[in-house]
């Protein structure tokens, strides 16, 4: 039943070994193989992990049944780990019943929005009264200026349209898109290792994240944002299969059945239009529309997407790839995606062009027509352009230059190991109050924190080395595809360590560490080709240490859930001295 990232090995983009060129000679001692020969097909397009039906031969189950279930587990196993991972973030969703951490903006700020259409000044004394009067609350007039785009602040608004002003309506639909990117993400790992068993894995280390369930039960945007990523990074490696296999149809096949390799073809064939990718465009503007930093995301990925034409057409039998790349794919990669994203991201602003300009509508919105009348560049373009250029130029320098101090502030370089998480709510509720026990010696701690599970993230630090170490020496694209997903959503905060930034921005990336952890516990395991011995022993350790995660969430839930607990208790779990 159980298959593995070794179990279909996709280093097919290589030379014969007597035509390699030296450095991947040199690469040989680090475990690189060039595969040569076979059929073309098969290494453009590998087939999938058969599984194997021994685990239900032993539990008793009838052949048919156990064919049946086989058949059906693609999907079958994906939504059982979506099921579980919906039941943990749904439950008891509208509680704290409170505006905790910067839901204190992005809620308010939604729900100005689907009414007014573009962001409002709320009273300080806003959030007390929407609580008590159950979101019934008049909607302010007046502008207020903000940072991020629009479309973030959107969805949350949908769920607040649907099931009110309240806790539970501002967190539905980041809930609702934590538990469908758990979906994506077990969907993506089955066709990125070809293996259902390792995309569910995938999906189940993502499902009990601490990080990545608060955020699925918090307001904010950074939840929205990693959805988008992880749907066009989807999107693309659907559209990497389907181009292979029209690449791999166009190709000659000899008297045996065979597809061989045809330099013509390879470097000729048009590969149609391909849809998949303009939906990774509409993904990746939607990402940038809700936050700006979607732009790095979109850079990598479109590079990275071209770069797998450049290995299609090199498998293909292409002499020189990179020229027919540039001749037959490039252009239209380009304009599948970038010219998408941006009208993407203009379009999400249509409710604030479509604002008064007379100084009743968004802010900035008259802005052309009273500060900025006397540009020099009034008479090229229309005002409500120049207005909304003002506002992105203002709201760069805001994002470039903010320093200002928070408690919870991090740098980048301790995400990676969960060094610093930021509590989004903390109370101390007295003995018999709160949920506090009644026979309790002394005050509870009730406190939501955005912490990724630890043994989970400490062991994607291992899982990160290793996917290097298969991308740079083994030439595996699977692993390269991971480490680009972590690079697009963690290298850029590098350049702005001064700037105040906070760990739970890391949550872009969490889909792809997840990815890593389950390629390398794959590896763990070992090929099918391995022996019983081997496979049993790997299997063990690696369901030991994925009951281990699993056990630490469990663990750590009560401080993601904001359950009053002793004291003591508490301090149990601050087991780093950064994390109080």
């Known amino acids: 039943m159980t298959s593995t990232a070794s179990s279909t090995d996709t280093r097919q983009e290589q030379p014969p070994q007597d035509q390699q060129p030296s450095w991947q000679q040199r690469l040989r001692r680090f475990g690189y193989t060039a595969r040569s020969g076979g059929d073309v097909r098969d290494r453009l397009v590998p087939p999938y992990t058969k599984p194997s039906g021994r685990l239900w031969t032993a539990l008793g189950a009838p052949p048919a049944l156990g064919e049946r279930i086989t058949r059906w587990s693609g999907w079958g196993g994906p939504l059982l780990?979506?099921?579980l991972a919906g039941v943990l973030r749904f439950w008891d969703l509208g509680s704290p019943k409170k505006v905790i951490f910067d839901e204190t903006y992005y809620a308010k700020d939604a729900w100005a929005l689907v009414r007014r259409g573009f962001e409002v000044n709320w009273d300080k004394a806003a959030?007390?009264?929407?609580?008590?009067?159950?979101?019934?609350?008049?909607?302010?007039?007046?502008?207020?200026?903000?940072?991020?785009?629009?479309?973030?602040?959107?969805?949350?608004?949908?769920?607040?349209?649907m099931f009110g002003f309240d806790p539970f309506g501002w967190r539905f639909m980041t809930a609702l898109l934590g538990t469908l990117s758990v979906l994506m993400l077990c969907r993506i790992g089955r066709r990125l290792f070809r293996s259902t068993f390792l995309g569910c894995l995938a999906g189940a280390l993502m499902a009990v994240d601490g990080l990545h369930f608060v955020m699925s039960r918090t307001a904010l945007l950074d939840g929205v944002l990693m959805f988008f990523v992880v749907a066009a990074f989807g999107c693309l490696v659907v559209d990497r299969d389907r181009a292979r296999e029209r690449l791999a149809a166009a190709l000659p096949v000899d008297a045996g059945g065979r597809t061989l390799p045809d330099a013509h073809v390879a470097e000729s064939a048009r590969l149609g239009l391909r849809p998949w990718r303009l939906a990774a465009g509409l993904m990746l503007g939607l990402a940038f529309a809700t936050k700006w930093n979607g732009l790095y995301i979109m850079a990598a990925f479109c590079v990275m997407a071209v770069l797998?034409?450049?290995?299609?057409?090199?498998?293909?039998?292409a002499h020189r790839p990179v020229r027919a790349?540039?001749?037959?794919?490039?252009?239209?990669?380009?304009?599948?995606?970038?010219?998408?994203?941006?009208?993407?991201?203009?379009?999400?602003?249509?409710?604030?062009?479509?604002?008064?300009?007379d100084g009743s509508g968004g802010y900035y919105r008259d802005w052309a027509a009273t500060d900025g009348k006397d540009s020099a560049w009034s008479w090229l373009f229309p005002d409500a352009w120049r207005s909304f250029w003002h506002y992105e130029n203002q709201v760069y320098e805001f994002h470039v230059g903010l320093s200002s101090p928070h408690t919870y502030e991090s740098n980048p370089w301790s995400w990676i190991v969960a060094g610093r998480p930021v509590s989004f709510?903390?109370?101390?509720?007295?003995?018999?109050?709160?949920?506090?026990?009644?026979?309790?010696?002394?005050?509870?701690?009730?406190?939501?924190?955005?912490?990724g599970t630890p043994l989970l993230w400490w062991v994607?630090?291992?899982?990160?080395?290793?996917?290097?170490?298969?991308?740079?020496?083994?030439?595996?694209?699977?692993?390269?595809?991971?480490?680009?997903?972590?690079?697009?959503?963690?290298?850029?905060?590098?350049?702005?360590?001064?700037?105040?930034?906070?760990?739970?921005?890391?949550?872009?990336?969490?889909?792809?560490?997840?990815?890593?952890?389950?390629?390398?516990?794959?590896?763990?395991?070992?090929?099918?080709?391995?022996?019983?011995?081997?496979?049993?022993?790997?299997?063990?350790a690696a369901g030991v240490l994925t009951l281990l995660i699993a056990w630490n969430f469990i663990y750590f839930w009560p401080v993601y859930t904001g359950q009053a607990i002793p004291i003591d208790d508490w301090r149990a779990r601050m087991w780093l001295d950064t994390w109080v």
């Open 460 to 540: 994607g630090c291992f899982a990160l080395l290793y996917v290097l170490w298969r991308w740079f020496f083994r030439r595996d694209w699977r692993a390269g595809a991971i480490a680009c997903g972590v690079v697009a959503g963690y290298l850029p905060w590098f350049f702005y360590q001064e700037r105040t930034i906070f760990y739970f921005y890391s949550v872009v990336f969490l889909p792809f560490l997840c990815l890593a952890v389950a390629m390398l516990l794959g590896a763990l395991i070992g090929p099918p080709r391995a022996g019983e011995t081997r496979r049993v022993a790997g299997a063990t």
């Open 308 to 317: 797998w034409d450049v290995g299609a057409r090199r498998t293909a039998g």
């Open 127 to 161: 959030d007390k009264q929407i609580l008590s009067s159950g979101g019934d609350v008049p909607v302010p007039i007046e502008a207020a200026y903000v940072v991020h785009p629009p479309v973030g602040k959107y969805v949350i608004g949908l769920g607040e349209l």
């Open 325 to 357: 790349v540039v001749r037959r794919d490039l252009g239209w990669a380009f304009l599948s995606t970038v010219p998408v994203a941006v009208a993407t991201y203009l379009a999400s602003w249509t409710g604030w062009f479509l604002s008064p300009d």
């Open 81 to 83: 780990v979506t099921l």
């Open 425 to 451: 709510d903390y109370d101390s509720p007295a003995p018999g109050t709160g949920g506090c026990p009644a026979d309790a010696a002394e005050k509870c701690a009730r406190e939501v924190l955005a912490l």
